[in-house]
């Protein structure tokens, strides 16, 4: 599986999709055995995945509104930032983050989810 021309360390890393299957300033849901993640796609093109359930009730992230580098949730509007999966003061909570990568146009997302930050 692993190419030549990937300098990227991909272990662990399973490849999702291409970037262009993420819509701009939104997300796409992978199910997996760790649950249904969130992959976001930010204002720069830039990657992060969350587990799909805000840290207030459980909302699905991935149908709430980017803006940059934060969404906010559908269902109460907290705004939840992208790169620590962290509510914004002045709520509090954070959801679980997992590891993503863009590699030559290909999205890899690994299941085994970061420290909080
Ligand atoms: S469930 Fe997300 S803000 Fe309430």
């Known amino acids: ?7 990227a360390d991909l272990t ?4 999702i999709c291409a970037l262009e299957a993420i819509p701009p300033l939104g997300a796409r849901v992978v199910a997996t055995e760790a649950g249904e993640i969130a992959v976001f796609r930010g204002d ?23 803006h940059g580098t934060s969404v906010t949730c559908p269902l109460h509007a907290w705004k939840i930032e992208l790169a620590t999966g962290c509510a914004q003061a002045p709520d509090e909570g954070c959801t679980v983050r997992f590891p993503v990568q863009l590699v030559e146009g290909l999205v890899y997302l690994s299941i085994t989810p970061e420290h909080a930050a």
């Open 1 to 7: 599986m692993s190419s030549a021309t990937v300098s």
């Open 12 to 15: 662990g890393f399973h490849q």
């Open 44 to 66: 720069q093109d830039q990657l992060f995945a969350l587990l799909d359930r805000c840290p207030h009730k459980a909302g699905p992230l991935s149908q709430g509104i980017v």
